[in-house]
């Protein structure tokens, strides 16, 4: 019992971080339907901007503490949105309107040119970095074992939440999200009611890239490693989760996250930590088949 | 905007250079901070800063000279609605390049100046043809997007390791076991995922493929795990193994020749070259049939299709399992040549390479794939002395080709079946199916 609410916390606080990076994926597939396969590259390259400003400023003696975090935090939502708009701009924008193919090709290769440029500047071994947040409350105790939700993991949360509300916000309250919405429904059609369909796409990206960093950051303090191979496979799981809960729709994206998370945790902690992958994948396959639109998508009606 | 209704080259070149000043800016943004402060792992442990900022200048200024250049010559994308007097001249001369293609492949060993490396390069190219135009079948001509066919290379290169190694089968045996379990993990792929659509197929394939890698990866009692299989038989000449003894059972000794470590090159060349063409041949012929025409018919239009009669889901799975066969060969070629295989070899990148192949080759030209398969994997191994940044001018290169050419290399061909005449088509007016 204890040991399962001690999964049910680590899978939460996991699934968050998916779902963080799941939102990007899914924002960017509603509004212009393409897998930005470059997403999950986007998350590493702001893995290692938290991590570099991490390292200067807390090794340099300059700050630390929560200031530091919240400032690490912000440095790295800011260049890795401009990261984002610059794929967009290079890669995509270009291809608007072509066929549906051409704009996954230049995605694929843009993750791997992020990939191979992060190698390339900041070398090829895993860069580790001593924990920032450590001790966390205990909630029960059931003989030696411990049910802990340490500050990360509140941490994690608090942020994911935080982070959703503002963007929730956005796309509910604001004229910008608003646009994204119309963008989203009929991108003709609004081009044609006066919304700059390209700067509004361009934002869609930024939002998705900043997003990814708030993610990234917290993965960055919670596993204390980053690499320039990170972004694959937790780009996979996040699209995954996306997919999961129905692509395009923005709770769905959470919900996938969360439930990845939690499908991830329990799969280590009671059957095997290798084959967690397969678990993750194997549940993405059986939702689809029996759910073709995942958890919240809408049925596509088609018309002739 | 403004600096062109003012007119002149004077305004061009205000408004070029003020856009070359934005694209340094952002530059700036993005290098300082990746390229400018490299963390090292020091002695200790903990990481340390490093600053680069001659780099980062040095990188700010090419993109500033870089975008002045495109800005100022002009490279645009070049437009979808191609002509169909510039296709038809296209296939024209695709008519003549395609024969010329192949003697050239067919006489490349013995051309004198053609070594081990070239030979051993020459191989690698034509199993990515070979793969190309596997795939070509399910996404090119089917219209169903598989991002995971790197499962069934794998299947295949499986089956031949563990039926040699556990049963002693020889090449010739497994070579059409291999496609056949390939193919019959295509069908059990295809079987459920086949309701999906587009995108939803596309990542659920590559799911399967991270799966098929996974187990490999950790059933280690049976794979062998990261650890990979070795001592994989090499192929015989029909039961003459090549080596260097010489006697009447070898291959040298049977044909009274001295033996010569590059026989069993050549010899697997044109393995490769035969097991391609026959994917070609295959492909082609099969277009002109009813299963071929229901693909293209499929992927033009899946509700045309049902309405029609056509039976979608078996017309779907043939598809994938063809295609899954001939990754199955490529697959026991692959082991056979190596004599080493490991999960390290069919990760999810070589997935996006052969994908890339057959998208840059213009979806579904046979032709267009060849070229592709050329120019991206003889162009990296042209960058070979580049070591870590030839994957990043790779990914670039894909990029640079989709956004200047994004119907691919051939962007023009024949309809399989047309009334009357036979005219060639712009690639703009095939649609790419939604499968």
Redesign the interface.
């Known amino acids: 019992m204890a040991y399962a609410l001690q999964q049910l916390i680590n899978g939460i606080s996991l699934g968050m971080i998916y779902g963080l990076i799941a939102v990007g994926y899914t924002m960017v ?1 509603g509004i212009i339907g393409m ?1 930005n396969f470059a997403h999950g590259d986007i998350f590493m ?1 702001g893995a ?2 938290a ?3 991490m ?2 400023l807390v ?2 003696g300059i700050m630390d503490g929560p200031a530091a975090i919240l400032l690490v935090l912000a ?1 790295s939502m800011a ?1 890795t949105a ?2 984002g ?2 794929v967009e701009r ?2 995509y924008r ?2 608007r ?10 995605a ?6 992020l ?11 895993p ?4 924990p920032q947040v450590i001790g966390g409350i205990e909630l029960m105790r059931e003989g030696e074992f411990v049910v802990q939700l340490s500050y990360m993991q509140m941490l994690i949360i608090g942020t994911t939440l935080a982070a959703l509300v503002v963007f929730t916000w956005l796309v509910t309250k604001t004229p910008l999200g608003r646009a994204m919405r119309a963008c989203e429904q009929d991108r003709k059609m609004a081009n044609l009611l006066g919304i700059d369909t390209d700067r509004t796409i361009s934002l869609t990206f930024v939002i998705g890239a900043a997003l990814a960093a708030v993610a990234a950051t917290l993965y960055l303090l919670r596993y204390g490693v980053a690499d320039f191979f990170m972004g ?1 496979i937790v780009g ?1 799981k996040a ?2 989760a996306a ?1 999961l809960g129905g ?1 395009g729709s923005l709770p769905g994206a959470v919900l996938g996250g969360l439930l990845i998370g939690l499908i991830e945790t329990f799969w280590s902690a009671y059957f095997s930590v ?2 967690k ?2 678990a993750a ?2 549940i ?2 059986l939702t ?2 029996f759910l ?1 639109t995942g958890l919240l998508g809408r049925q ?1 009606v ?1 018309k ?1 | 905007m403004s600096a062109f209704s003012q007119g002149g080259a004077g305004g061009r070149i205000t408004a070029a250079l003020r856009d070359a000043t934005i694209a340094a800016a952002v530059a700036f943004g993005l290098f300082v901070v990746m390229v400018g402060l490299r963390t090292d792992v020091s002695p200790t442990g903990a990481l340390v800063l490093r600053e680069r900022w001659t780099e980062v200048a040095m990188l700010c200024a090419l993109v500033f000279a870089g975008r002045l250049v495109v800005t100022l010559w002009g490279l645009r994308p070049q437009s979808l609605g191609q002509s169909p007097e510039r296709a038809a001249a296209m296939a024209r001369a695709g008519k003549l390049f395609a024969p010329l293609l192949l003697a050239a492949a067919l006489v490349l060993p013995f051309v004198p100046g053609i070594g081990r490396y070239e030979l051993d390069l020459g191989i690698l190219v034509l199993t990515y043809v070979m793969l190309g135009w596997g795939l070509n079948i399910v996404v090119g001509l089917a219209g169903l997007l598989d991002l995971g066919y790197v499962a069934f290379y794998a299947v295949g290169a499986y089956s031949y390791a563990l039926l040699a190694q556990y049963f002693g089968l020889s090449f010739w045996i497994c070579l059409p076991l291999a496609g056949i379990l390939a193919a019959f993990w295509g069908i059990l792929l295809g079987f459920p995922v086949l309701r999906l659509r587009g995108d939803y197929l596309a990542i659920v394939t590559l799911a399967f493929g991270e799966i098929i890698r996974i187990v490999l990866l950790n059933w280690v009692s049976l794979t062998g795990g990261p650890n990979g299989m070795s001592g994989i038989p090499r192929p015989t000449f029909f039961g003459l193994p090549f080596n260097m003894s010489g006697e009447p059972g070898t291959f040298a000794g049977f044909f009274g020749i001295e033996p010569d470590p590059v026989h069993r090159v050549v010899f697997l060349y044109y393995l490769i070259l035969g097991l391609a063409l026959l994917t070609n041949w295959v492909t082609i012929r099969i277009r002109r049939q009813p299963i071929g025409r229901a693909w293209e018919a499929l992927r033009e239009d899946e509700i045309a299709c049902r309405a029609l009669g056509i039976n979608v889901r078996n017309t779907k799975l043939t598809a994938f399992a063809l295609g899954a066969m001939f990754g199955g060969f490529a697959g026991a070629f692959f082991a056979t040549r190596q004599g080493f295989i490991s999960p390290e070899s069919f990760t999810f990148i070589e997935s996006a390479i052969i994908l890339a192949i057959v998208v840059l080759g213009g979806m579904g030209s046979q032709v267009g794939v060849a070229v592709a398969a050329i120019v991206m994997i003889g162009g990296f191994e042209l960058f070979r002395d580049l070591e870590e940044w030839r994957m990043l001018v790779f990914g670039a290169a894909m990029v640079v080709i989709m956004v200047l050419r994004p119907r691919g290399l051939v962007g023009s061909r024949t309809p399989t079946i047309a009334l009357g005449e036979k005219r060639a088509i712009g690639a703009g007016h095939v649609s790419e199916g939604r499968g």
């Open positions: 597939y897998i390259v290692f901007v991590l570099i400003a390292v200067m090794s340099g440095i260049f401009l990261y708009w610059t290079v890669a270009p291809l309107g072509s066929f549906r193919l051409a704009p996954l090709i230049s694929i290769g843009m993750s791997i040119v990939q191979n440029f992060v190698q390339v500047s900041q070398g090829a071994r860069k580790p970095i001593e694959f996979v699209f995954t997919v692509i290798q084959y992958d397969v994948f194997s993405l396959a689809l088949i073709p596509d088609e002739v």
